[in-house]
């Protein structure tokens, strides 16, 4: 079964920065999947943040397009989420999956927690 864990969270200023990161334990395949990052804030809905694919195609949201970059490494089966310029309103568990048209597939991990606040 395939599995993703994510680290990468903290506590952070607005403003300031981290890198997130996703590492999935399907070895070689990781290359043929679309993969997205998902952000779920208290009282809210998951939110799709961004995903790239195989070939290292990106979109994003329109709320974090120009201060988040996906990348991946297929080498190492990890996918990447450096988020610049946080905003109070990017306070999320943050998930990663499997990105498809129709919605994130595949089983989900524990998340990693964003809290931006002074």
């Known amino acids: 079964q395939v599995q993703f864990v994510e680290s990468g969270g903290g506590l952070v200023q607005p403003g300031g920065s981290l890198r997130l990161s996703c590492a999935g334990t399907?070895?070689?395949?990781?290359?043929?999947?679309?993969m997205g990052w998902y952000r779920q804030a208290p009282g809210k809905q998951l939110e799709f943040v961004a995903r790239?694919?195989?070939?290292?195609?990106?979109d994003y949201s329109a709320s974090v397009k120009g201060r988040f970059t996906i990348s991946r490494d297929n080498a190492q089966n990890t996918m990447y989420l450096q988020m610049n310029t946080l905003e109070v309103e990017d306070t999320a568990v943050y998930y990663c999956?499997?990105?498809?048209?129709?919605?994130?597939?595949?089983?989900w991990g524990q998340g990693t927690q964003v809290i931006v606040s002074s």
């Open positions: 999956n499997r990105w498809s048209q129709a919605g994130p597939i595949g089983s």
């Open positions: 790239i694919t195989g070939a290292g195609v990106t």
């Open positions: 399907i070895g070689n395949i990781f290359r043929n999947y679309v």
